[in-house]
């Protein structure tokens, strides 16, 4: 069974970082899901692709809000999927999720590719 964990969310004022980490059950990138991502949804609006990138490496792909600022990353020894936040504005307040999944290249940046998705962990840029 896939569980999907985040943590790391908090308050931070603009300017500063967070990273967020994404704790997968053991054979979540082995036996269900090829791909790992990062969405965000603010109350009332849709929900955002962040980032993703295929569990054995390669392309990278980011949002354009978050283009040169965010950076996704996993450890495979621990199945852990990361989200480097850095430079953080007001507007990146919101709640963040990871997800997982089969997606294929067209599809990488659709929530709709992803049947797997953790709890959320809430991220509040503000001074």
């Known amino acids: 069974q896939v569980q999907l964990v985040e943590s790391g969310g908090g308050l931070v004022q603009p300017g500063g970082s967070l990273k967020l980490s994404c704790a997968a059950s053991?054979?979540?990138?082995?036996?269900?899901?090829?791909?790992y991502a990062w969405f965000r949804q603010v109350p009332g609006k849709e929900r955002e692709f962040v980032a993703a990138r295929r569990w054995s490496g390669g392309t990278t792909y980011y949002g354009d809000s978050v283009k040169g600022r965010f950076s996704i990353s996993r450890d495979t020894a621990i199945s852990t999927i990361y989200l480097q936040m850095n430079n953080l504005r007001p507007e990146d307040t919101a709640v963040y999720y990871c997800?997982?999944?089969?997606?294929?290249?067209?599809?990488?940046?659709?929530?709709?590719?992803?049947?797997?998705w953790g709890q959320g962990t809430q991220v509040t840029v503000s001074s």
């Open positions: 053991r054979d979540t990138f082995g036996a269900y899901a090829g791909a």
């Open positions: 997800a997982a999944g089969r997606p294929i290249t067209s599809t990488i940046t659709t929530q709709s590719a992803y049947p797997y």
